[in-house]
């Protein structure tokens, strides 16, 4: 089974670095992994998302609030998300 790598939006005020820019997802793509990312993750960095390849886009299906942030979008609910389990893995 190939890993999968998951890639969400970031979304600290001031924030312009991406967790993966295209050149990385090409290296991981050749190595078998499967990628996945938010739509628009690397747009802070520059990167548009047709520079990426290999790389499965998500949409946005939230927007950040306040409430979202501070109590229920902790980084492993954003993962399941984006890599759409059904249930938080602990």
């Known amino acids: 089974m190939p890993l999968t790598l998951a890639v969400a939006r970031e979304s600290a005020e001031g924030e312009s670095r991406t967790a993966l820019s295209p050149e990385t997802a090409k290296k991981f793509a050749a190595l078998g992994a499967r990628l996945r990312?938010?739509?628009s993750s690397g747009i802070q960095?520059?990167?548009l998302d047709s520079d990426y390849t290999?790389?499965?886009?998500?949409p946005v299906r939230w927007k950040p609030t306040l409430r979202l942030i501070s109590f229920s979008a902790s980084p492993r609910r954003v993962l399941a998300r984006l890599l759409r389990c059904p249930k938080v893995p602990s």
Do not use: G, L
């Open 45 to 47: 960095s520059h990167f």
């Open 54 to 58: 290999d790389v499965d886009f998500m």
């Open 37 to 39: 990312m938010e739509q």
